[in-house]
Structure formats: structure tokens, C-alpha cells
């Protein structure tokens, strides 16, 4: 190479443009373009907004978060954890479990647990110093954590069945049944402790907003119920209010659980914008800086097939960035984003039987679907249909990828 | 199984290269037979284009919560063969798929046709948490696979 040359790079286009489609980076943050309204009502303000308002203005409310794989429940928290500081008496702690621990080995009381050492970072240092708040800390850590304590052996210990009568405990059920089960021993004893830890921010009359992340990926949906009934109804006598992201097949389930148990329950659907009436997708690439690399027509064209859902808006701007750079081109064309949605319309099209297939293309033909049908829940779980919101109205569609993967396969 | 675009060790490390320091995953579909081979090619490749050693090891390993954790520690690309079912691991790539995405690290998960429909059905966090699937052959050895 001559010296002094200036080599053209053509990562440097495109680079920036995938750092800036990565929601795991901090700085991304920054970028959200934040929803104008609620998902299901144009006439309701942002989900992340109706939660902060309940949170600043009923203390110790329980809110819950339903939506599909994708769908920006994690944005919504996030969103909402930043509002909640607009008061300076604020003190918001947002916690991932699926960060934390393995979800689906959690005990009741684990997440309380968590909860408890969180609030504990929120206190001053002198705070940390008084010995009821040490105390509870350590015996957190060890709850958390596990110790190992070397005992003698008792050579006492005389196990003699013949000591006296050996009793069994007879339960007579009440006539009255409680609503919720009672709070097992060790969600009780960690409730105490936590209490004691957040006593100096209830002393102080701080507004405690506590956000769960992660149990909306619990494979078994009904453990969250269990989670719920335990470690967030100890939190319920302090005033200490909680957001948590729920499993999305609890908002189909017949039992109402979530209606019965939460003060506020959201429903983000997966398709959190309509691409044929609403340029909201389009803003949110706009300002990830689409416009550098691509035309409005290839832009128009993601957020169309992305049928609304915000990751798949983000997997086909980035899928065409990385085909147009294979095929060393310096921009995106619009042969890139369809090669990118028929990538796409694969993936939905994989696991397809005979059974789904006849659903979807009911839906196509006659526009018929039924919630109540387990095939249908799943095929919108698993995004392959997505809801959408009309006039009040809820209705179903094929998700525009996997209709194009169809027609191709056809 | 679906046919999936074609991808070669030459053109999928290319790609790595460009999208160095945002995390991605990578489902890689092989063809049984061609797995060795596949994975001197990407040694080979990651060694020639970006100059440093590629991890290969199993997903199993994942099932050791602390080597979870671990894991950003283990370079910027990491290989993970998926050369068996078992519902434990789908359950923990499908919960635990977020904490991948959180390292940073680009991830390939090489796997057969077989297995990898199992588990695009199955896990459709993980699935829907992919930035492509790609069947994955080897290159040419005429050396006209570049592009």
C-alpha cells in the first residue's frame, strides 16, 4: 500500500449503523423513541406513564406487564424506571432475575431476596451501619448465597421412637376459603428482614418503586402465579410499589388471575404499532440512523414486514445491512430488505404441521381465529399471528413474513 | 427443513467482522458429515481476518450457571456445538438467552437440520432472540467460495 493512502472502509458505514440496533447497549438507551399513547388505546396515555402515575400517586400498588416475545415490555420498564425520577424522593430499583439466577429453579422468597439487597445499595452509609439493618443484610446474603457452618456432632442425639406418643397432624379445612394461600414460613422470615432493611426509606416517606424484569420467561407460566401470591403479596404491607413483567399466556388464561390480583394490568401486543397506519416504526429506524444507509422506500419496507413487531423491525434492518455489505454494496437497496424478510418468513415458517397451517390460512382466507383455541394461543405466543388494535377492536393477522414464506413454499 | 440462506466460513466471518462489538447469535445448520470440516474453516477464518484464537465448545456448558457468567470473559466470538436434545437446555437457552445478548459477544450455535428445527419450535425466546439462521457449509476448496 502507498504511504499516506486513505483506504476506503466500508465497515465504517455500517458499523455504526448495527451498534446503533443494539438494544443492549447503554448509550442505545438514549435512542428509544418513547410510544405516544397506549398500545390498545390511542385515547390512554403510555403504559410507562400510567405506571409512574400509580406508582407516585398509590403507594404499594401492584402493576403488571403482559406482551409478546419482542414486543418492548423491558423498554416500557425502562422507560418507567427513568420517569419515576422526575421526584426526588424517588427510590426505584429495577431488578432482571433472569439476570440474577436461573429462573426456573427460584424458590418463593428468592425474589423478595433480591429485592431486599437492592434496597439495601439505596441506603446511606449510616443507614447501613445500624445494627437491625446489618443483621437482616447478612442474613439476606446467606439466604441468597448459602453458608456452610461446621457443627459437633450431638453425642446425646438419641432418636428413641419410644419417647412418647409420635403425633400427626390433622388438617380440618375452614369453611371459608382464602383468596390468595397463606405466605409460606421462609417468605414471612425474609419479609421481616427485608422490612427492616427498607425501614429507614419508609421512615423517610420515600416513594419505593420496585420493577421485575425477567419472570415473563418462566416456561411455566403457573409458577409466576405461585411467585406472585408469595414474594409480591409480603411486599403489599409496606408501601412499596411493584411493576413486574408477567407471562404473556396469563393474559388468555381463563382464571383472570392477573385482573384479580394486580390494581393495573398492561397488554403490549407484539405488534405494538400498525406499519399501514402509524410511522412509528419508521421513527424508530429514522432515528437509529436509517436514513444514512438506506432510501424511504427500503425503510417503509422493513417496518411493513415487520408487521409492527419492534424486534423484527430491528432483525430486518439489520439482516440487510449485513446482506448489503456481503454484497459490497455502500448502501441498502431494496433487493437486501427483501432478502431479508424472506430470512425472516423462515424462521416463522419452521415447525409449521399440517394442524397450524390450516389456522393460518383460515385467517388469511376467511379471517376467522379463536383465542380460546390452544393451536392459535400458540401461533401468537410464538408471534407466528399477531393482534392488533382497531378501534377499540382486537383483531388477528398472519405475521406479513411468514405470509410472504407461505406464498413462496406454496 | 426450510431452506435457509447458505453461508460459508469465509462470508459468515466477514459478516462477524462488520457487526464486531454489538451482540449477535447465530443459528448455523450443518449438514451431518461436515462438521469438522466446517469448524477448520471457521478456525481459520477467524484466525486469518481477525487475528485471534475461536473457542469451540459444547452448549452443555452453559448449563453451569457459573460459566454463564463467565462468559464474557471468553473473547468476542463464541462457538457452541448443539450436538444433542435435551429439554434442560432448551429451557435454559429459552430463559437465559437475554443473559447471552447482555455479554456482548457475537455467538454461533452449530447444529444439524434436525436438531435445529426441534429448536426453533421449541424455544421461541431463543428463536425470536436469533439474528439469523443460515445453513452452513463448508468453503469451496477450489477457493471460489468468496462470495
Known amino acids: ?410 | 427443513m426450510i431452506d435457509f440462506s447458505t453461508t460459508t466460513a469465509f462470508r459468515l466471518v466477514r459478516r462477524l467482522v462488520m457487526g464486531q462489538g454489538s451482540a449477535a447469535m447465530y443459528l448455523l445448520i450443518y449438514e451431518e458429515g461436515t462438521e469438522s470440516l466446517i469448524e477448520t474453516d471457521l478456525r481459520a477464518e477467524v484466525d486469518v481476518q481477525l487475528s485471534s484464537a475461536l473457542p469451540i465448545g459444547r452448549v452443555s456448558e452453559l448449563l453451569d450457571v457459573d460459566a454463564l457468567l463467565g462468559l464474557p470473559d471468553s473473547g468476542p466470538i463464541r462457538v457452541l456445538r448443539i450436538d444433542r436434545w435435551s429439554p434442560d437446555l432448551v429451557t435454559l437457552l429459552d430463559t437465559h438467552v437475554i443473559r447471552l445478548e447482555q455479554t456482548g459477544a457475537q455467538f454461533l450455535f452449530l447444529t444439524t437440520p434436525a436438531l435445529a428445527e426441534q429448536l426453533l419450535v421449541e424455544a421461541p425466546n431463543f428463536r425470536n432472540r436469533l439474528t439469523d439462521v443460515l445453513r452452513f457449509i463448508p468453503d469451496d476448496p477450489s477457493g471460489g467460495g468468496g462470495h
Do not use: C
Not at chain 1, 410510544?35 to 390511542?42: A, G, L, S, T
Not at chain 1, 412509528?280 to 413487531?309: D, H, Q, T, W
Not at chain 1, 377492536?393 to 406479513?400: G, I, L, S
Open chain 1, 1 to 410: 500500500m502507498e504511504p499516506n493512502t486513505v483506504t476506503f472502509d466500508r465497515r465504517q458505514i455500517y458499523r455504526p449503523f448495527l451498534e446503533r440496533l443494539n438494544s443492549e447497549s447503554p448509550w442505545v438507551q438514549n435512542l428509544i423513541v418513547p410510544p405516544e399513547h397506549d398500545p390498545r388505546d390511542p385515547d390512554q396515555p403510555p403504559i410507562h406513564e400510567a405506571f409512574t402515575n400509580t406508582a407516585e400517586l398509590s403507594r404499594g400498588a401492584q402493576m403488571a406487564l403482559v406482551g409478546g416475545i419482542g414486543s418492548g415490555k423491558t423498554t416500557e420498564l425502562r422507560l418507567t424506571l427513568k420517569l419515576l425520577k422526575r421526584h426526588a424522593d424517588a427510590v426505584s430499583i429495577y431488578v432482571d432475575l433472569a439476570e440474577l439466577t436461573d429462573l426456573n429453579k427460584l424458590n418463593p422468597g428468592a425474589i423478595l431476596i433480591a429485592i431486599g439487597m437492592e434496597l439495601h445499595q439505596k441506603l446511606k452509609k449510616t443507614e447501613k451501619e445500624r445494627t437491625g439493618i446489618k443483621a437482616a443484610y447478612q442474613k439476606l446474603r446467606e439466604l441468597a448465597h448459602g453458608k456452610t457452618k461446621w457443627v459437633a456432632v450431638d453425642p446425646s442425639y438419641d432418636p428413641d421412637p419410644y419417647d412418647g406418643p409420635d403425633l400427626e397432624a390433622v388438617h380440618t379445612p375452614g369453611l371459608l376459603k382464602p383468596r390468595f394461600p397463606a405466605m409460606n414460613r421462609d417468605v414471612t422470615n425474609v419479609q421481616s428482614l427485608v422490612f427492616e432493611i427498607a425501614m429507614p426509606l419508609l421512615q423517610s416517606d420515600a416513594q419505593i418503586t420496585v420493577l421485575i424484569d425477567g419472570l415473563d420467561r418462566l416456561i411455566r407460566p403457573e409458577r409466576f402465579r405461585e411467585f406472585a401470591e408469595q414474594d409480591l403479596r409480603a411486599l403489599r404491607e409496606a408501601k412499596i410499589s411493584v411493576v413486574v413483567a408477567a407471562p404473556l399466556s396469563l393474559w388468555y388464561d381463563n382464571s383472570r388471575f392477573l385482573q384479580e390480583y394486580f390494581e393495573d394490568v398492561k397488554h403490549i401486543p407484539a405488534a405494538i404499532s400498525d406499519p399501514e397506519k402509524s410511522d412509528f416504526l419508521s421513527r424508530v429506524l429514522l432515528r437509529r440512523g436509517a436514513a444514512e444507509l438506506m432510501g424511504e422506500k427500503e425503510i417503509s419496507e422493513i417496518a411493513r414486514f415487520s408487521g409492527g413487531v419492534l424486534r423484527d423491525l430491528i432483525t430486518l434492518a439489520r439482516t440487510s445491512a449485513e446482506t448489503a455489505y456481503r454484497e459490497d454494496q455502500d448502501r441498502i437497496g431494496f433487493v437486501h430488505v427483501r432478502s431479508a424478510i424472506r430470512q425472516l418468513g423462515k424462521r416463522y415458517r419452521v415447525g409449521l404441521g399440517n394442524t397450524q397451517r390450516r389456522r393460518i390460512q383460515k385467517l388469511i382466507d376467511d379471517a376467522e381465529f379463536s383465542i380460546d383455541d390452544p393451536i392459535s394461543r400458540a401461533l401468537v405466543i410464538n408471534r407466528q399471528v399477531l393482534e392488533y388494535f382497531n378501534s377499540g377492536r382486537d383483531f388477528f393477522a398472519v405475521h406479513p413474513a411468514l405470509v410472504e414464506a407461505l406464498k413462496e413454499s406454496a
